[in-house]
Every structure is written in C-alpha cells, then in structure tokens.
C-alpha cells in the first residue's frame, strides 16, 4: 500500500494515463510500470556506482555491457527517453529490452531478481503515451559548460555546446559528440548559422543565401561529422529567432525568410543523416511574437526555450526579480500555441543576483520542484558561465554554478 500521499497521486495520474493511453487492465498497467521503474532504477544504480569508484579512486565495469563486454551506454534510462514517440518505443522494444537479457547485473540480488520477474512481460505502452511518461519519472538535467566544471559529473544528461558554421572546420561536431558521449550524454549541438564572409558579403543576405543553397556543402560537412561520431543528438538551428535587436543575422523582421531557412537545413539534413540520428530543436526565446516563426511540426521533434533572471534586470523591468516559474509559465504557454503535442525543453537557463548570494540556490530549488507541472517538459539545460553579452547598463550576469546546486 503506497503511503506517501504525493507517489500515490504520481502513480495514479500514471495507471489513469495508461487507462486512456489503451490499457485498460490494470494488471498491464502495473507491469508496464515496473518495466519503466527498473529502467530508471538501474541508471540510478549506475551513476551511484561511478559516484562510488570515482572518491574511492577506483574503477567500476559498467552495467551496461553487451555480451561481447562492449559499454552501451545508450541504453541508461538518461539516454534512450531522450528520444521520442514512435522512436523511442521502437528503441525499447526492438534494442532495449532485448539488451536487458544479456545485462549482468552486479548490483543487489533484490535488483536482479526484480529484472528476471520482468522479462516475462511484454512492452505494451503506445508511442504517445510513452513520451507523455518520461516527463512524469524525472525532467532530464543538462549544462552548457565552457569552463568544464561539470565534467565529472555522472548525472547530467545533455551537453550543449555552440559552433559556428562560418569557416567550418572538419571533425568540429565529431570531436564535441565524442567528447559529450565519453560522458554518458547526448550532444545538444547549438549550430549558429552566422554569414560566412566567402559565401555571404552582406549579413543580411543570409537567410536568402541558405534557401538558395549557398550553404549546403557546409550542411553537408556538419553531417559528414555527425555520421563519424555514430550516435543520436540534438539540432538546435539559428536560436533565439525573434529577437530582432540585431544580435545574431538570422533574427529578421520577416518570420516566412526564416521559416523558409529552418526549413531548408533541416530537411537537407533530413536527406544527408540516417533516420533516427538527428532530433531537430527549434528554439526561439519565447517571446509572444514566437509562434510567428513556427516552421512546422514535420521539421521539429523539440520546441527549445530560454529561461533566464538577472535580479537587476527584473527588478528594473518588472518591478521584482522573476522566479523560473513566473518565466516558465509565459513561454510554456508560447509553446502550447505553436504545438500542444511537442516535447520541451529548456535549452538555456541561468540566474544571477549580485547582492543576493541566496539567489541561485533559491531559484534553482524553484524550478526543480516546478518543473514537474510541466507535462511536455522533458529537459533543463543551465547555461554555466558569465553571458558574453551584456544587458545593456546592467553588464554581464554570471550564471556559472557548482556541481552542488544542480
């Protein structure tokens, strides 16, 4: 009998979501869900393990081996529901599930009994229904972090890093998606699109330069690149779009120019990467103009958002500095406008104060225990370091944290 009134509702609003979802017998219901449990369980048995060996100074082998001994880090509960409806389903039941027979699991003899009780059960849950369950489970945690402070931490998820495509270089993406998997973490590739001197003379031309396919060798290269590293990511392409304050040359006045871009890169990329290797993340910042700028659903698996405070700036702005929640329910709502049906996921966040040392601890604590209500948020990325950018008279805000506050 479940106790604890907030893991009662939990798994009630689950057993009702599988209901509605096409399982109505909830002796399928209650398998499916100690499937999905032990999944998410045996991850955290891992990260505990590496957590372990890493003060004592040792090493651990990794529960997630095939039977060859090779890592399969892919399969860890962090990984695979980074995927999406029929893909995701398609992974588990197809790859998997069928690895998990072949896990030796040196772990406790009470997870090892667990495990063999499951493999008797087949893998019914519905595309729809599975995506809409990870975000119950856990929000995904990831960083943006130049500085490598975050490095050795076991539990983060995503890495995002940006790269320019001006002048790019061969091996750029491999060598980021490598780096990101030596990790245990998908690579969330922010590709920022600016002009490329030899191709683009005037900046303004680059949304037209892209459509007219002046830039596809250069589309090609990146792709060249993610085929070598041979694993899934994220593609987060010309961000923040509708800020049109004149930071970056694809934000533009005219949203069909850089619908008609988006689309372009993505559908070439679509054609240039096997299935089920790039998961395309259009990301404005969230403002009430972004829903102009939406490029489709067939060229989107994500909707990306910014989510950032700077207690001046609020202060100054709004009257009071803004917690995640405040933001969050904004520019969630901007999402469920382009798409109700579309994952989220916070690609950047930060918060700064400069006279309150409390303030970070305090609006992190505020969006972790928030980020629940969110149905179709899947993932948090914080953005760990100063802002290159400065917010005008107020300077540059340090969003860098320690591993400890996140």
């Known amino acids: 009998m479940l106790t604890d009134s907030q893991l009662k509702s939990d798994v009630d609003a689950l057993r009702n979501k599988m209901r509605d979802g096409g399982l109505p017998n909830p002796v ?11 999944m998410k369980r045996l991850d955290e048995e891992e990260t505990r393990r ?18 060859d001994g090779k890592p399969t880090p892919e399969y860890r509960w962090s990984q695979w529901t980074q995927r999406t409806g029929d893909d995701a389903l398609q992974f588990v039941k197809t790859q998997g599930f069928a690895t998990l027979t072949q896990i030796q699991c040196e772990a406790s003899s009470s997870i090892n009994l667990y495990f063999y009780n499951l493999m008797k059960y087949l893998f019914l849950i519905l595309p729809a229904l599975l ?24 539990d983060q998820a995503i890495e995002n890093v940006f790269i320019s495509w001006s002048q790019y270089r061969s091996s750029t993406v491999t ?5 990101a998997q030596s990790r245990n973490r998908w690579l969330l590739l922010t590709l920022e699109p600016w002009s490329d001197p030899k191709i683009t003379a005037n900046p303004n031309n680059l949304l037209s330069d892209v459509v007219a396919g002046k830039y596809d060798k250069t589309i090609q290269a990146v792709c060249t690149d993610i085929k070598k590293a041979n694993h899934p990511l994220f593609v987060r392409w010309g961000q923040e779009m509708e800020q049109n304050f004149g930071r970056y040359p694809w934000s533009t006045t005219v949203p069909a120019n850089y619908i008609a871009a988006y689309r372009h890169v993505v559908n070439k990329m679509k054609l240039l990467l096997p299935a089920n290797t790039a998961y395309y ?17 067939d060229v989107i698996h994500y909707i990306g958002l910014s989510v950032y405070s700077f207690a001046a700036w609020d202060t100054y702005y709004y009257g009071a500095p803004q917690s995640f929640k405040t933001i969050m329910d904004a520019k969630y709502h901007v999402a469920y406008i382009c798409n109700p049906s579309t994952p989220v996921m916070v690609c950047e966040m930060g918060a700064y104060s400069s006279s309150d040392s409390r303030y970070q601890n305090n609006w992190i604590a505020g969006a ?9 948020l899947r993932s948090l990325v914080w953005f760990v370091c100063e802002d290159p950018a400065s917010w005008g008279a107020f300077g540059n805000p340090d969003f860098t944290i320690k591993p400890s506050q996140w």
């Open 175 to 179: 060598s980021a998606m490598q780096a």
């Open 281 to 297: 993340v259009w990301s404005p910042t969230g403002n009430a103009n972004a829903p102009q700028y939406y490029p489709g659903p």
């Open 50 to 67: 590496e957590q372990q060996a890493k003060r004592k100074g040792t090493s651990c082998k990794s529960l997630f081996i095939d039977k």
């Open 131 to 154: 995506t809409t369950m990870f975000s119950v489970y856990a929000t995904n945690l990831g960083v943006y972090d130049p500085n490598g402070t975050f490095n050795k931490v076991a």
């Open 28 to 38: 399928d219901s209650i398998e499916q869900l100690s499937f999905l449990l032990f």
């Open 368 to 376: 972790l225990s928030v980020a629940p209500d969110y149905s179709n």
